[in-house]
């Protein structure tokens, strides 16, 4: 709920109208796995018949200008290191599930940190900081 808040907030400082339509898109987008802005558009028409795909690209777009989503990232909401928000350090940036079904959830800031600490163990990262995590996912059929 408080990124949903933080975004409506950078819309609304780039003289964004909060809209419905809008409002609802960011729904889709917080909550669902949409891998494409088909996707996102065919979840959004059903709710809303008038919708269109453009009103889906813009939205798109202007969240893509404000930073809070990546299309890299499966617009899935980023979070990079240099983040100061505290919201950062609340609700689920990533899920882990283990072998013996247990289950890990992380803030993006602890996943970030996790990254960093492992890069930098095994001498990936050589001094250097971590600027985004591009994520995929996983096409075999233990997923």
Do not use: F
């Not at 898109?25 to 709710?47: G, P, T, V």
């Not at 795909?53 to 989503?69: D, F, K, P, W």
């Amino acid at each position: 709920m408080m990124q949903k808040e933080l975004i409506i907030q950078k819309l609304r400082e780039q003289g964004c109208r909060i809209t419905k339509q809008r409002l609802m898109l960011l729904d889709i987008i917080l909550e669902e796995d949409c891998s494409c802005c088909k996707e996102i558009y065919y979840k959004a028409s059903k709710l809303d018949k008038k919708i269109g795909s453009a009103t889906v690209y813009r939205m798109i777009n202007t969240l893509e200008e404000i930073g809070a989503i990546n299309r890299k990232n499966m617009y899935k909401i980023t979070c990079g290191p240099e983040c100061e928000e505290t919201d950062c350090e609340i609700g689920n940036a990533c899920t882990i599930k283990l072998d013996d079904g247990s289950v890990i959830e992380l803030s993006a800031r602890k996943w970030s940190q996790i990254i960093q600490t492992g890069l930098n163990a095994s001498g990936y990262a050589n001094g250097r900081q971590i600027h985004s995590v591009e994520t995929r996912p996983c096409k075999c059929t233990r997923a």
